[in-house]
């Protein structure tokens, strides 16, 4: 059996050694950002202002992508700094992140890609959970899936919007890739695969080709059908590759979704009394729930506010309001700030032409 060469050259030598230097200068550099943050937490302290300021880290993270001199790649900027001001904030006050856990989920995945891997995790059964743990102040804040890309919105979390007192302050993606996992590492022999529903939604091509006899259980979450999997060799799961590790699974079949673009959108979501609602950062997104009397023209009536100040949308969802009369709730999100004149005149005067109108939050647009 060969053995691959092992580098010994004076010039490997040499440039690791100007790394080793580069990393220590790094690592002062850093613990002064860090007494800097603990100098900001302090002063937070006194003057009672909460740490948390998603439009501040925002604008950071834009400002480096913006003057980044390279060969440092400008994607690599967002995770990285996400990283060094998620520690930062920890010094000031622990974070605690209401998510759908248990550990392995997406949910998890994008608490973290959000707020950094220092925080304290407060695992949900339940996206209802979720929000009842941000509600409560058991968590200060909670991340919600919102959309879908290819099965659509997530019903229950705009549902829960509705009569909610939690805000929107911040979103996130992720990239889903849906993978089959099982304790053996063969095809043969499954009896079921468990799994969230939209997962199985997700998946329904790959399947209804690969174990068109399995039975399709929907469970609370994919960590959920990861954990039935360890337990039962009759049983696949799809999660995460996260969660492979974590309850010691086989990847039997990578990237199993029907769509190779398959993303979850995030809310991330806080209590008035806990926060107040992000100041502008330049870029940012303000969400809406609204609903109009069953009229005709009267959605065409809605819109016109913003075509009058120049407003764009960037989603609109409707939802059956359950009224029984042909009625519904319409989800916005309008590109701005209430705080920019224009933004401010449409969404009042939006106000007044709406039978229902709620804010659900503004903040800013997912850096990445
Ligand atoms: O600038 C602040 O307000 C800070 O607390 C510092 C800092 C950072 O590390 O840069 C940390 C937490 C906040 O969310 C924003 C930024």
């Keep these: 059996m060969k053995t691959p060469p092992v580098e010994t050259s004076n010039e490997l030598v040499g440039l690791r050694a100007q790394i080793d230097a580069v990393d220590r200068e790094l690592l002062a550099l850093l613990n ?22 998603p439009e501040r880290e925002a604008q950071v993270i834009d400002g480096l992508k913006s003057e980044n001199p390279g060969p440092l790649q400008t994607p690599s900027i967002a995770p990285i700094w996400r990283e060094i001001m998620s520690a930062c904030r920890a010094l000031e006050t622990p974070t605690r992140v209401a998510y759908l856990g248990p550990a392995g989920t997406f949910s998890e995945e994008a608490a973290i890609g959000y707020f950094g891997a220092s925080l304290m995790r407060v695992q949900c059964a339940s996206i209802d959970e979720v929000f009842h ?19 659509g919105v997530v019903a229950r979390s705009l549902d829960l919007f509705l009569h909610t007192p939690l805000f929107i302050i ?14 053996e590492n063969t095809l043969d022999g499954i009896r079921a695969v468990c799994a969230h529903p939209q997962a199985l939604a997700q998946c329904h091509g790959w399947l209804s080709h690969h174990l068109p006899d399995a039975d399709r259980r929907p469970v609370a979450s994919n960590a959920e059908g990861a954990r039935l999997a360890a337990q039962d060799p009759g049983i696949a799961a799809i999660a995460s590759v996260r969660a492979a590790s974590e309850f010691g699974l086989h990847v039997l079949a990578p990237a199993i979704q029907d769509d190779a673009h398959n993303r979850t959108r995030f809310a ?18 303000t969400s809406l729930v609204v609903s109009v009397k069953n009229l005709p023209g009267a959605v065409h009536d809605m819109l016109v506010p913003l075509k009058r100040h120049g407003v764009s949308m960037s989603r609109f969802e409707s939802r059956p309001a359950r009224s029984g009369q042909w009625e519904y709730y319409f989800y916005i999100d309008v590109q701005g ?17 709406c039978a229902f109108f709620k804010v659900l939050g503004t903040y800013p647009i997912d850096v990445k």
């Design 337 to 353: 700030h209430p705080d920019e004149p224009r933004v401010g005149a449409a969404l009042s005067e939006l106000h007044d032409t």
């Design 268 to 285: 991330i979501v806080t209590h008035p009394e806990q926060h107040p609602v992000p100041k502008p950062s330049g870029h940012d997104c």
């Design 133 to 151: 743990a941000t509600a409560s102040g058991a968590a200060d804040f909670g991340v919600v899936p919102v959309e879908n890309s290819t099965e």
């Design 170 to 183: 911040g979103e996130t993606s992720l990239f889903i890739r849906q993978n089959l996992l099982r304790r």
């Design 32 to 53: 002064r950002r860090a007494g800097l943050a603990l100098a900001v937490g302090d002063l937070k302290k006194r003057e009672g202002t909460v740490v948390f300021r």
